[in-house]
């Protein structure tokens, strides 16, 4: 099962990391039946076409069961792209990958319209339109303009988030 799983992923140089003695290793590299580690924790690791992949897993009490666990994981993994929930990978990205939500400058749409005011300047003149509003705050901030990636990804949330909750 784990060598289809891999293979399914596109994976090269997979290797188990395993707290067991080399002798105790059979001449395929895999280790023999009867290994006893000095842990039951496993660590997978292998390059792959979403790119450096690494499982580990020790909530088992030998590492058969940690391994197979591991297989499990990587064929739950892959019934995500084959059920149509994704389309390119993302279940393999990892936690440090994700995007971070919680720390927004907005929750709502007022505070998304505020945002967007401030950067584009006159956040006092409620009559100018929201519209004209959030392209200034896009052309302000705008990487190939001069302006910070960071601040431009802000302004594009906001106005997604206007967009979802209003006639923007």
């Known amino acids: 099962m784990l060598e289809r799983e891999i293979r399914e992923l596109g994976g090269r140089d ?22 006893k580690p000095e842990h039951s924790g496993v660590i997978l690791t292998l390059q792959s076409k979403h790119g450096p ?15 197979r666990a591991i297989a499990l994981a990587l064929e739950a993994l892959r019934k ?5 929930v994704t389309k ?16 927004r400058p907005f929750h709502d ?16 003149n409620p009559h100018i339109d929201l519209r004209t509003i959030a392209r200034r705050a896009q052309a302000l901030t705008h ?17 997604e988030l206007l ?5 923007l």
């Open 109 to 124: 749409v007022d505070s998304a319209a505020k945002y967007l005011r401030d950067i584009a300047g006159d956040p006092s």
């Open 143 to 159: 990487p190939d303009r001069g302006g910070d990636a960071n601040r431009f990804q802000l302004v594009t949330e906001a106005i």
């Open 53 to 67: 992949l690494s499982y580990p897993c020790d909530t088992f009490t030998t590492w058969q069961d940690n391994l």
């Open 80 to 84: 995500v792209d084959r059920y149509g």
């Open 163 to 167: 967009k979802r909750e209003t006639s």
């Open 88 to 103: 390119r990978g993302e279940q393999y990205r990892g936690f440090l990958a994700l995007e971070a939500t919680a720390a």
């Open 14 to 35: 997979a290797r188990m990391q395993i707290a067991i003695p080399p002798e105790q290793f059979r001449l395929d590299g895999y280790p023999r039946a009867t290994a």
